[in-house]
C-alpha cells in the first residue's frame, strides 16, 4: 500500500483504486491542508482519459499467442543428401518457391555462412540450427563456434539443436555436464534464442528420457529438449513415447518428425525411420494431436531429412504438402475443450 491506501501490487493502480481514491472526502486527500483549496485535482477530461486507458491490460501483462496449424513454425532441416549435392542457392529458391519460411540449418563451420546468406536472401527465417556440443568435464564447444551462430540468430528466437557428446577417454559426470550447459543457457539467453537437447543415437544423450533429465537438472527457462522422432524410435518402443511426452511437457522446445515404419522398429535401418511425411506407417496426426493439444506445445515443428536419397524438389513438395493436412492437428486446445 502507498500513502494513498493504493494496492501497489501489481504497479499500476486500477480503475477501481481510482475510483475509490476519487470518492474519498478532499479534506483526507494527500497535500491537502485543512482551509486550503485543493491543488492536485486532476481535469475532468484528463481524468475520463485516464480511466479509459486504464481498462486496457498493459503490454506486459498479455500472454503470447498460442501456436496454432496457421501461425506454427514450420520447415524442414537442410540435411537431406541432396540439399547437401546441389548449390545452396537452388535449395532456398526451391524452399521459396513452394512456400516455407523458416529452415533449420545443419552444416558445418566452412559452409555456415554461405548457407545462412543464402536463406537469408531468400528471405527465409533461421528458425532452428543443428549443432554438435563436445565436452571433456574442463571446457566444451560446439562444431560452429557459438559466437558464429549467434551473429546471425541473435534476438530471433530461434531453437540451437544440439547433440551432447564426450571426447573419446574422458570421464564426465553428470554434475558437471549440467553446470557446463547452465552456463550455455545464459549464454544464449541473453542473446534471444533457447537450446533444444538434440538426442541422437551413438552420443553421450542418446535417449529421450535421458535429455529430459539432463534438462530437468539444469532448470533453466532457455534450456529444454527436442523430441527427434526417428532416433526415438531407433533406440525405444512407439508404445511408451505418449508417457515419456507427459513427463517431458514443460521441457519441449522443438520437434522433428518424419514418416516411419512402426513394428520392431529397433532392427529397422534408417531407410525405414526417416521417410518423408506423406509415407511410412507411424500416426503423425495422432502424435501432433498429443503434442499441441494434451500437452499444448507451442514450439517449432522440422521435418527430419537426414538419409533421404529423393531429390530435393520432391522432399520439399512431400513436406509442404502433407504439411497442409497435419497442421490442423497443431491447434492449441483451450480450458473449453475447444480448438482456437
Known amino acids: 500500500m502507498n500513502n494513498t491506501g493504493m494496492s501497489t501490487g501489481s504497479g499500476t493502480p486500477s480503475c477501481a483504486d481510482l475510483v475509490s481514491e476519487l470518492s474519498r472526502p478532499r479534506d483526507s486527500w494527500p497535500g491537502r491542508r485543512k482551509g486550503k483549496p485543493f491543488r492536485y485535482l486532476v481535469p475532468a477530461p484528463t481524468l475520463a482519459l485516464l480511466l479509459v486507458l486504464l481498462s486496457f491490460p498493459s503490454a506486459g501483462a498479455q500472454e503470447p499467442e498460442p501456436a496454432t496449424g496457421e501461425n506454427r513454425e514450420f520447415g524442414v532441416i537442410d540435411n537431406s543428401d541432396d540439399m547437401r549435392r546441389i548449390p545452396v542457392k537452388q535449395v532456398a529458391s526451391l524452399m521459396k518457391e513452394i512456400g516455407y519460411k523458416s529452415v533449420a540449418v545443419s552444416t558445418e563451420e566452412p559452409q555456415w555462412n554461405e548457407r545462412v546468406k543464402a536463406f537469408h536472401d531468400a528471405s527465409l527465417r533461421i528458425g532452428g540450427v543443428s549443432l554438435k556440443w563436445t565436452t571433456d568435464g574442463k571446457s566444451d564447444s560446439f562444431n560452429i563456434p557459438m559466437d558464429l551462430v549467434l551473429s546471425k540468430v541473435r534476438d530471433t528466437g530461434a531453437i540451437i539443436m544440439f547433440g551432447i557428446a564426450v571426447k573419446d577417454g574422458a570421464t564426465v559426470t553428470d554434475t558437471r555436464i549440467v553446470e557446463q550447459l547452465r552456463a550455455r543457457a545464459e549464454e544464449v539467453q541473453k542473446a534471444g534464442v533457447t537450446l533444444g537437447i538434440y538426442p541422437h543415437l551413438g552420443f553421450w544423450v542418446s535417449r529421450f528420457e535421458h535429455a529430459t533429465r539432463v534438462a530437468e537438472a539444469v532448470d533453466h527457462p532457455a534450456l529444454g529438449v527436442c523430441l527427434v522422432l526417428s532416433h526415438y524410435m531407433k533406440q525405444s518402443d512407439e508404445k511408451d513415447l505418449p508417457a515419456r511426452l507427459r ?79 497435419l497442421k490442423r492437428h497443431c491447434r492449441v486446445t483451450s480450458k473449453a475443450g475447444k480448438k482456437d
Not at 268 to 285: K, T
Not at 292 to 300: D, H, I, S, V
Open 247 to 325: 513427463v517431458a511437457k514443460g521441457r519441449l522446445m522443438a520437434a522433428v518428425i518424419n514418416g516411419s515404419a512402426t513394428g520392431n522398429t529397433k532392427a529397422m535401418g534408417w531407410d525405414r525411420l526417416i521417410q518423408h511425411i506423406d509415407q511410412g506407417e507411424f500416426d503423425l496426426p495422432a502424435l501432433l494431436d498429443l503434442l499441441c493439444g494434451e500437452l499444448k506445445f507451442k514450439g517449432p515443428v522440422f521435418v527430419q531429412c537426414s538419409n533421404i536419397q529423393a531429390p530435393t524438389r520432391r522432399t520439399l513438395e512431400a513436406s509442404y504438402t502433407k504439411w497442409q493436412d
